[in-house]
């Protein structure tokens, strides 16, 4: 069983930059995609970011196209996502998952095999 756990939320004002990091468990995360996921209050977890196994393709939700970036470091077993220009509206919990398909892209949370606890990110206004 995989292991994920995130860190690196916290509260930022708008404008500000967080970035968020998951540590993987296990011999095998290399061959694992990896997405970012949130989930705001009394919403659904949504996609935020993918990549996939070895860095290659990089994909973002539309909301943070620009403003996030995503990557990972393999010999690690670290992967990152960079918030910049954040805004109240991405307020939200938010989840590192592993995808064992590790090409393409691959938004729907059931694609995903191994989730993290979640890290509790607040952008104030």
């Known amino acids: 069983q995989v292991q994920l756990v995130e860190s690196g939320g916290g509260l930022v004002q708008a404008g500000g930059s967080l970035r968020l990091s998951c540590a993987a468990s296990g011999r095998t995360f290399s061959n694992y995609a990896m997405g970012w996921f949130r989930q705001a209050p009394g919403k659904e977890r949504e996609f935020v970011s993918r990549?996939?196994?070895?860095?290659?393709?990089?994909y973002y939700a539309d909301s943070v196209k620009g403003r996030f970036i995503i990557s990972r470091d393999n010999v690690k077993n670290m992967v990152y996502l960079q918030m910049n220009s954040l805004k109240p509206e991405d307020t939200a919990v938010y989840f590192c998952?592993?995808?064992?398909?590790?090409?393409?892209?691959?938004?729907?949370?059931?694609?995903?095999?191994?989730w993290g606890q979640g890290t509790q990110v607040t952008v104030s206004s």
């Open positions: 990549v996939t196994w070895n860095g290659g393709s990089l």
């Open positions: 998952a592993a995808d064992r398909y590790s090409n393409g892209l691959r938004r729907a949370l059931a694609n995903y095999d191994y």
